[in-house]
């Protein structure tokens, strides 16, 4: 008899606990992956990953061949999927790793299975460690990052990854499958993902490279590197980790051996992969973090809509250069550098006074790292409303912080080319650019470039007014 291995946001062979245990029974394995109805607690899935899930699956599929097996693609949910294909081959146990974001999803669907007389066997892997195993000295989850780190460092270093099986055995007759190309995942016209693949490379293979890139520089200046877009500073692992093509605990291991070299960096960037894990325990312990103020005091909040400002900030048109390269990175590359999510999160919640919900519904249709919990919990963490969050009154300056984040411009002058010749002093600040300035460097506001959509000192102060209101 067959066992069945369905795969979901773990689309590895290696360090795939799953994969591993049923390779270990010995018997052939029939491999899913079903396209199911929507989760309410996380959301549709957004256009971009829906492209990188393509270009993945087509991947995985790939090299499931090279190792004697197939994969087979399903739509429907999953209880009657894997029913159907156990009644067909005679399966009657499904490997699976949990995915903490759909925790009550599964619950129900092992109950479905366990009725029809089909076992369940879940393990771990989506983060360094399970989020239960994480917990205050009185048994509660940690709504606060730095107890949670400390508490993750006691817990030691997350397991041994595990190798990628030489062969999968494959079952006597695959099961039907799905076309992968009829689920029209990629974008037919405009094709507005046609520049993504100069970027990126969807699946495993890249997910390695990616991390080899990041041992060869041995995280050199992580630490101060990584809050400068202009620079090569960071991992770019986070779209690989979005659909898990790789482990966060082989993330760990493999940097290892620079311990020794650049211990600050490395700890730093640990730290990094932690929030990871923390924005999944916050979700854990509230599944409706994508729809509701973590603090509710946030739900008497009188936000505003905008309809000309919210375009404007899509499409990086506000007038403000930091924030309008930011979204033009996101959208030509489905990627945006951290720091200048941050500074365009808080424009769209503090400057222009909308809802951080249209700003998580946006990056998430846009990002092909849209991740259920590191998405919301940012967008949270910006908002103020989240759990261990920036305040509300702390409200990026776009013009500070792009002249000491991006301090020659070089980030602004890539994403925002009209603005090219403008001199280092004024590339954050245009409208400050006098007329001869601004001329030399053909710069015509309002013309070829938008005039600011919001003066920033007054927006400042009405978000300050709107929460003094709030909290009165
Ligand atoms: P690195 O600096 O190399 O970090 C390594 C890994 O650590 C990342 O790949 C990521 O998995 C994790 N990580 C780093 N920073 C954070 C963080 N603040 N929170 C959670 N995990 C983190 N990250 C996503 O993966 N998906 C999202 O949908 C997402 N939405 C965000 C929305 C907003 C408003 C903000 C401010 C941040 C968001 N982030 C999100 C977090 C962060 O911006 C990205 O993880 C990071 O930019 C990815 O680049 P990297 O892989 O080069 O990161």
Not at 164 to 191: C, F, I, Q, Y
Request: glycine share 8%.
């Amino acid at each position: 008899k067959p066992v069945i291995l369905w795969f979901r946001r773990d689309l590895r062979l290696d360090d795939n606990h799953a994969l591993t245990a049923a390779v270990e029974t010995d018997r052939p394995m029939i491999c899913v992956y079903i396209r199911e109805p929507e989760n309410p607690d996380i959301g549709p899935l957004g256009g971009a990953q829906a492209w990188w899930l393509h270009h993945s699956l087509v991947a995985l599929r790939e090299s499931l061949r090279t190792h004697g097996n197939d994969l087979c693609l399903r739509t429907g949910p999953a209880e009657d999927v894997l029913q159907d294909i156990a009644r067909t081959s005679g399966a009657d146990i499904v490997f699976v790793n949990r995915a903490y974001e759909r925790n009550s999803m599964d619950r129900d669907i092992a109950l479905a299975l366990k009725d029809a007389g089909i076992a369940i066997r879940a393990f771990h892997g989506q983060l360094l460690h399970d989020p239960k195993t994480i917990r205050t000295g009185s048994g509660n989850a940690f709504k606060v990052y730095t107890p949670f780190w400390n508490a993750m460092q006691k817990l030691g270093e997350p397991g041994e990854p595990t190798d990628a099986p030489d062969t999968v055995m494959a079952p006597e007759t695959h099961p039907r499958s799905e076309s992968l190309d009829g689920w029209d995942l990629l974008p037919t016209k405009p094709n507005w993902a046609a520049g993504f693949s100069e970027f990126w490379t969807p699946g495993e293979a890249g997910a390695k490279e990616k991390l080899e890139d990041l041992i060869d520089a041995d995280l050199h200046d992580y630490k101060q590197g990584r809050d400068f877009p202009g620079t090569d500073a960071t991992s770019k692992l986070s779209p690989h980790l979005a659909l898990g093509e790789i482990s966060p605990a082989r993330i760990w291991h493999a940097t290892n051996g620079l311990a020794a070299r650049h211990k600050d960096d490395l700890v730093h960037f640990r730290k990094e992969l932690a929030w990871r894990d923390f924005c999944y325990n916050l979700l854990v312990e509230f599944p409706e973090l994508r729809t509701k103020n973590w603090d509710d005091k946030f739900d008497a909040f009188e936000w505003e809509f905008d309809t000309r400002d919210f375009t404007a900030w899509t499409k990086g048109l506000t007038g403000y250069p930091i924030v309008d390269a930011g979204m033009r990175e996101l959208w030509q590359t489905g990627y945006m550098h951290n720091r200048v999510r941050m500074i365009t999160a808080s424009f769209l919640i503090k400057d222009l006074l909308i809802d951080w919900r249209r700003g998580e519904e946006w990056f998430r249709d846009t990002l092909l790292d849209a991740d259920p919990a590191s998405n919301t919990a940012n967008w949270q963490w910006v908002a103020g409303s989240g759990a261990d969050a920036s305040p509300f009154f702390r409200i990026f300056n776009p013009i500070l912080q792009g002249e000491k984040f991006d301090p020659d411009g070089d980030y602004v002058r890539h994403w925002v080319p009209e603005l090219q010749k403008l001199p280092k002093k004024y590339i954050h600040k245009p409208f400050d650019a006098p007329d001869h300035v601004l001329a030399d460097a053909g710069v015509e506001p309002g013309k070829t470039y938008p005039k600011p959509i919001v003066n920033h000192g007054l927006a400042r102060d009405r978000a300050l007014a709107a929460y003094k209101g709030l909290k009165g």
